[in-house]
Nanobody
């Protein structure tokens, strides 16, 4: 499974961004897709995941500000982020979960700053 993430960038506090992650390869093995993030000096942490059946899990820190969705026809998962805060600044990594392995994208930088 290969993951191609895009959509990061610089945004002002209170702004919005949409991240995309397209999967290719052995996509039929994927049970869930989602996003994690890692800020400098911190451990990688969950942002949101969505299963192939549509079950969604959000981190408490982003609930109400983030929406994850999945386009199965395009094998793509999206992360809509709004009301962004400086503490949302991190490298965001796409993940595809399979029964025997997790696959990670290359990461995309999100910087929230005025």
């Amino acid at each position: 499974v290969q993951l191609q993430a895009s959509g990061g960038g610089l945004v002002q506090p209170g702004g919005s961004l949409r991240l995309s992650c397209a999967a290719s390869g052995d996509i039929f093995s994927i049970s869930a897709m989602g996003w994690y993030r890692q800020a400098p000096g911190n451990q990688r942490e969950l942002v949101a995941t969505i299963t192939s059946g549509g079950r969604i899990n959000y981190a408490d820190s982003v609930k109400g500000r983030v929406t994850i969705s999945r386009d199965n026809a395009k094998d793509t998962v999206y992360l809509e982020m709004s009301s962004l805060k400086p503490e949302d600044t991190a490298v965001y990594y796409c993940i595809a979960e399979a029964p025997w392995n997790d696959y990670w994208g290359q990461g995309t930088q999100v910087t929230v700053s005025s």
